[in-house]
């Protein structure tokens, strides 16, 4: 299995190159963005040095399905998809933050909570939480959108003080994070699972904004299993989940958060299998529908052949 980890097209009227933690950008005129999702798998913010076959594959076609199934909420970036690993849509101006919303005490909040804070990017919790419990109402913990290094915790009122999103569309992106995260959680449990936390990205095109990026993937989102969440909460046991934490504690437990001095450890090839299963295990629970494997020879080849043929078709 090969693993697409970083591609180099140099395509007509490309305006730019940006190279994500998972994702290769191009810039097509100032027009169209065309996004990869690479095989690369990142975690604490850090790139990890093996890719992943067909990590970039349900990432890609997770967010289309959700993409497609949200666009009555909130109209979105895309024109087309016309490889397993590529989207393209419009150029729009990306607002600098991420809007993060938590329905549950899980992952980062969690951990802080833990550390005796009991205040998340202004937001206040409540004493007498537990891991994994349901908050009383789903809360809005924005981050930063960092070009490089770690994104931070920010509150609305730094947000608007800062001058980062004029308040006009910060109130439409808060708006629109509760509806998505509401029809997310709705098509999760018809699934069988709870849509934990996630985050959007949002953009303005024409002075209106639009969703960005991918929505409701293992890699923006955490969703527990439904069945049997009360009686584990009730026991004090770990909820089983569908998300790539299960790669952040692999790390945490091999001496790695992405802090200085710290080396990422040693990926084999059974782990990386194991990660890539479990990627396509979490895309067919979350979609319902039976993951296709797509070939992986001649990845770059197609990838590019594929593009091209749609550029010229959008014009």
Known sequence: MSALTATKFNFPKQKSFYKGKVRDVYNIDDKYLVMVASDRISAFDVVLPKGIPYKGQVLNQIAAKFLNETKDIVPNWVLAVPDPV?????????FKVEMVIRGYLAGHAARTYQNGLRTLCGVTLPEGLKESDKLPEPIITPTTKASEGHDED???????????VEEKYYVQLEDYTRKLYARGQEIANKMGLILVDTKYEFGLCDGKVFLMDEIHTPDSSRYFYLEGYNERQAKGEEQKQLSKEFVRRWLIENGFQGKEGQ??????????KEISD??????EKVTGDKFVKHPTDNLQERVEKNILDALTKLG
């Open 154 to 164: 920010i509150s609305r009122e730094e947000i608007l003080k800062q001058g980062i």
């Open 86 to 94: 590529v989207t393209i849509g419009r150029v729009c101006q990306p």
């Open 278 to 283: 479990r990627y396509i295990e979490l895309f």
């Open 263 to 272: 080396s990422v450890p040693e990926m084999n090839e059974a782990w990386v």
